[in-house]
């Protein structure tokens, strides 16, 4: 799958940006990085489930920047990175080890549906590890 945006942790601030500006000028719809924005970008998402990730792939992407955005304000231990298991896909990283892929998830919204719901996973995601185990 090729992006035709440049795609690097550094970006994904940018590119969550470029979400809001959509939505406000092409839906009317508002994002202002709170948990409940989350549904807006949910539906979003749903939008371009008929046509697939693959012919949304840029717009998806920066959805997932942006769920990714809101989670570090959520949380703001949380950083953009990268993790060889997720190859050059930036991914948020919680302390060490710890890796959580908005954009990945937002890309799995389009492809298998409502089950992958993005509030849902900021809601548990959203969450630093228990240390107690």
């Known amino acids: 799958m090729q992006l035709p945006v440049t795609l690097a942790p550094d970006r994904c601030a940018d590119l969550a940006e470029r979400v809001v500006g959509a939505v406000a000028h092409v839906l009317g719809g508002h994002l202002d990085y709170s948990r409940e924005s989350l549904e807006t970008v949910d539906r979003l998402l749903d939008s371009f489930m008929p046509q697939g990730s693959d012919v949304w792939i840029e717009s998806i992407v920066m959805a997932g920047c942006y769920v990714g955005e809101v989670m570090i304000r959520l949380e703001p231990g949380l950083t953009w ?53």
């Open 81 to 133: 990175g990268t993790n060889e298991l997720f190859g050059n896909l930036p991914v948020l990283i919680r302390g060490q080890e710890e890796v959580v892929n908005p954009i990945g998830k937002a890309i799995k919204r389009v492809e298998l549906g409502s089950t992958e719901n993005i509030p849902y996973f900021v809601q548990v995601m959203g969450r630093p590890a228990d240390p107690a185990g």
